[in-house]
């Protein structure tokens, strides 16, 4: 039976998605910005809340919104309109990873039974956002099941213009043995970026066969068709996929790192400014995204 829990002692405001008979627990993180805080299958830990460096600096698990990425020196323009948004990268050169990694977000829904538990958290922003006055509502409606994890987003223009986005995901993913992990990546092209993180071009694409991560240094942005990732690793295999035609992914796997960034996104660095991958929602219109993780070939520390 699932069940979910709402814990708000000790100064957290989290809420808990879990199946005790699979020791398995989906752990929500209301006070920034709803991010995915860890993921537990059968006892096996799928998603992290890594520690070096600590949350915020990490993004780990945070929903990027209204950009990905980077955002070169925090500008771009819009309707005309020249917008400054904060740059909150440790350099001070550029904005990174969106503006909701600090925001908090509120319970408004939840179901479970045999098969599922599923929440929906929701932030309001009434357009006062430093470089970013769009007024939007944003629903993350987090589903853990059997199989898996399904994120599904929604946004709702409130505002009387157009407001531009991407979108993305920050989750951590645990290489319990990154000699004996490999990565396969769905990719129709990368992407060329200069020494500050920004997309300064492209090239096709061509190798998708698996990646073995010993030793491995990744740091690279992917246009990915929907099947967009799977990871393999000694104790569990996962597949991601997308519901959106057009998807781009970034991978960061710090050298002998025990977690890999796999992250799904709608566009890429700097895409306020290069296009790519940016899109609009008129006023009074939606949007919405549902990115599908499923876990297989779990292999419970009783197992082995």
């Known amino acids: 039976m699932f069940k979910i829990k709402y814990n708000i002692t000790k100064g ?19 006070n920034h910005g709803g991010r995915t805080k860890s993921l537990i299958v059968q006892g096996v830990e799928i998603i ?145 970026t200069d020494y500050k993180g920004i997309v300064v071009g492209s090239k096709d694409f061509k190798n998708n066969s698996a990646i073995n991560l010993k030793d491995a240094e990744l740091d690279d942005a992917f246009k990915v068709d929907a099947k967009m990732v799977q990871l393999k690793t000694s104790r569990y295999s996962l597949h991601m996929r997308s519901s959106e035609t057009e998807n781009y992914m970034q991978v960061y796997l710090p050298k002998n790192s025990k977690h890999i960034a796999i992250e799904p996104m709608t566009g890429v660095s700097n895409s306020f400014n290069n296009k790519i991958g940016l899109q609009f929602i008129e006023p009074g219109s939606n949007y919405s995204l549902q990115w599908d993780l499923r876990i297989y070939d779990v292999t419970p520390e009783s197992n082995l």
């Open 48 to 192: 992290s809340d890594i520690k070096n460096p600590v949350y915020p600096i990490s993004f780990a698990g945070a929903v990027l919104f209204p950009f990905v990425n980077r955002l070169q020196r925090g500008r771009y323009t819009h309707d005309g309109t020249l917008y400054q948004l904060s740059c909150n990268e440790k350099t001070g050169e550029n904005a990174i990873h969106g503006l909701l990694a600090d925001k908090t977000f509120k319970l408004i829904e939840q179901y479970r039974d045999e098969s599922q538990a599923r929440v929906t958290i929701t932030h309001h922003s009434a357009g006062r956002m430093e470089g970013y006055p769009f007024p939007f509502d944003l629903n993350l409606v987090y589903s853990l099941d059997s199989d898996g994890v399904k994120l599904h987003v929604q946004i709702s223009n409130r505002g009387k213009q157009s407001m531009p986005f991407t979108l993305g995901w920050h989750p951590y993913f645990a290489l319990p043995a990154p000699d004996s992990s490999s990565l396969t990546i769905n990719g129709l092209n990368t992407y060329k």
């Open 12 to 30: 957290l405001n989290e809420v808990v998605l879990y199946n005790d008979e699979r020791a398995t627990y989906l752990v929500l993180d209301l």
